[in-house]
């Protein structure tokens, strides 16, 4: 079993600065309380945030939390489908299109 972990959102709520973090703006929040994948738009508008090279490019297949402009806690945790740099450079296609949501059958 190669793939790493992902964690239940009970978790990373009690743990939140433990695991890398996005945030994706008001539009595509009820996108992923639904269940829809999640797409780059959400993350690279105004609103979005990725991290900067600074902070460190995610890789693609690495567990990441997402947070939600304006809310508290996290809405999804799941794996990039691909790096931040290339969602960057992109701006377009899926980032995760499967994960742990707020209101999904394990919540």
Do not use: Q
């Not at 009970?10 to 999640?38: K, N, Q």
């Not at 797409?39 to 890789?59: D, F, K, V, W």
């Amino acid at each position: 079993m190669d793939d790493p972990l992902t964690p239940h959102l009970r978790l990373v709520h009690a743990f939140p600065h433990c695991f890398p973090r996005v945030r994706i703006d008001r539009g595509a929040i009820r996108f992923v309380l639904s269940g829809a994948t999640l797409m780059a738009p959400g993350l690279t508008s105004a609103a979005g945030r990725l991290p900067t090279e600074e902070e460190g490019e995610l890789e693609e297949g690495r567990v990441v939390v997402v947070e939600a402009e304006g809310k508290e806690n996290a809405v999804l945790v799941g794996r990039l489908r691909m790096g931040t740099r290339e969602v960057r450079e992109r701006g377009k296609g899926v980032v995760v299109d499967e994960g742990h949501f707020l209101g999904d059958g394990l919540w």
